[in-house]
């Protein structure tokens, strides 16, 4: 399903404007990225979280010059579904 999609089904399922709806949408989308970029993580009851993962300093290999790389640590944005939300997608319908 695109962004594009789920506009269409709010819109026939709310009845209000598919360009409102997009709108909402966008906005939707732009507070929880500012909310991660702020380094805070975004819960909502029922569907899941938007958390900020850590990845620890580690050393790689550049298999290309045959030569060690050491990649810093950083963050990482990540979702992880309510326990309801991912045990009806398991289960299917």
Request: proline letters at 3%.
């Given at each position: 399903m695109t962004k594009a999609d789920l506009v269409n089904e709010i819109s026939k399922s709310t009845?209000?404007?598919?360009?409102?709806?997009?709108?909402i949408i966008e906005s939707f989308m732009?507070?929880?990225?500012?909310?991660?970029?702020?380094q805070n993580n975004v819960y909502?009851?029922?569907?899941?979280?938007f958390i900020i993962k850590r990845r620890a300093q580690k050393v790689a290999r550049n298999i290309s010059k045959n030569t060690t790389i050491t990649i810093?640590?950083?963050n990482i944005p990540a979702f992880k579904p309510a326990k309801s939300f991912a045990?009806?997608?398991?289960?299917?319908?």
């Open positions: 009845g209000v404007e598919k360009a409102q709806v997009q709108q732009e507070n929880i990225k500012e909310s991660m970029i702020n909502l009851r029922g569907f899941g979280s810093p640590a950083h045990a009806k997608v398991k289960g299917g319908k």
